[in-house]
């Protein structure tokens, strides 16, 4: 399966809402406390997301044969949860989100981003997440995404991961 991993545009921001609510839902089935406890809609209304649009920051992964959104995450600059941003180029991932249906989306978002990364000169991809959720944190691990301290965002507490490119 061939996928395409590039910015977004206003004609497929309904199809990223819609993988938000599918994974808010998936959250509730399979019992993890995440964006489904935390008001995820009020802290990241559609207006944030059509913003991050028009700033270049959001992108999507897409199916080549029929067009099909099936990933979505905005990349950062610079990010209040990491107190050295104006020291170290980097990418800050946030609201990472693939389709639970579609088997290694995330790790495909990743790789693009490393990709992207390096053709931008950043030294780093930085992310985070919930403190509670050990298997993303043991998958973020196996990525390659050290330890890198913790953040809060309201309720949110949350483990700091980022990973060196090669090319630094």
């Not at 989100?97 to 989306?105: F, L």
């Not at 998958?139 to 809060?152: D, L």
Request: charged fraction near 25%; hydrophobic fraction near 40%.
């Amino acid at each position: 399966m061939e996928y395409i991993f590039m910015s977004a545009d206003a004609s497929v921001l309904e199809d990223v809402y819609a993988l938000i609510d599918q994974r808010i839902a998936w959250m509730d089935e399979v019992g993890i406390r995440q964006w489904n406890v935390t008001n995820y809609w009020d802290a990241y209304p559609k207006s944030y997301y059509v913003h991050q649009m028009n700033l270049g920051n959001l992108y999507i992964l897409k199916k080549a044969e029929d067009n099909k959104v099936v990933g979505a995450i905005v990349l950062l600059e610079e990010d209040s949860r990491w107190n050295d941003c104006s020291d170290v180029s980097a990418y800050y991932l946030h609201n990472f989100v693939t389709d639970s249906r579609v088997k290694g989306a995330g790790e495909i978002i990743l790789e693009s981003v490393h990709e992207l990364a390096v053709r931008n000169k950043k030294t780093r991809v930085r992310l985070d997440c919930a403190i509670d959720n050990v298997r993303l944190n043991h998958y973020y691990e196996n990525k390659g995404y050290v330890f890198a301290g913790q953040c809060a965002d309201g309720p949110y507490i949350g483990n700091k991961r980022e990973k060196r490119l090669e090319s630094s």
